[in-house]
């Protein structure tokens, strides 16, 4: 599909999709991590490594494909954290 190797798309422990979804839930009410989150992965994708920060360890192979789940992650989060915040009006 597309050339893309699923594994290396969504490789990863779950750890840091559930960062990735916590960061654009909060994001909702701090804007400055929309733009932070935004700017770490794009130098990720630019250099192309992935940093685990868990793992203590930099892999290789970062791509398109696969920010792009990351960011989907991200605005996910985002999308439940303006829900609670417009339904709470807080």
Same mark, same amino acid.
């Given at each position: #599909? *597309?050339?893309?190797?699923?594994?290396?798309? +969504?490789? &990863?422990?779950?750890?840091?999709?559930?960062?990735?979804? =916590? *960061?654009? !839930?909060?994001?909702?009410? !701090?804007?400055? !991590?929309?733009?932070?989150? *935004? #700017? +770490?992965?794009?130098?990720?994708? *630019?250099?192309?490594?992935?940093?685990?920060?868990?793992? =203590?360890?930099? &892999?290789? =192979?970062?791509?398109?494909?696969?920010?792009?789940? &990351?960011?989907?992650?991200?605005?996910?989060?985002?999308?439940?954290?303006? =829900?609670?915040? !417009?339904?709470?009006?807080?």
């Amino acid at each position: #599909m *597309l050339g893309v190797d699923a594994h290396k798309v +969504y490789d &990863k422990p779950l750890i840091y999709l559930l960062i990735h979804i =916590g *960061l654009g !839930i909060v994001s909702a009410w !701090i804007s400055w !991590i929309v733009g932070a989150f *935004l #700017m +770490y992965q794009g130098f990720q994708l *630019l250099i192309g490594r992935r940093f685990f920060f868990f793992e =203590g360890d930099v &892999k290789t =192979g970062n791509s398109v494909a696969h920010t792009a789940v &990351k960011l989907g992650e991200f605005f996910i989060g985002y999308a439940i954290g303006s =829900g609670i915040r !417009i339904r709470y009006d807080c």
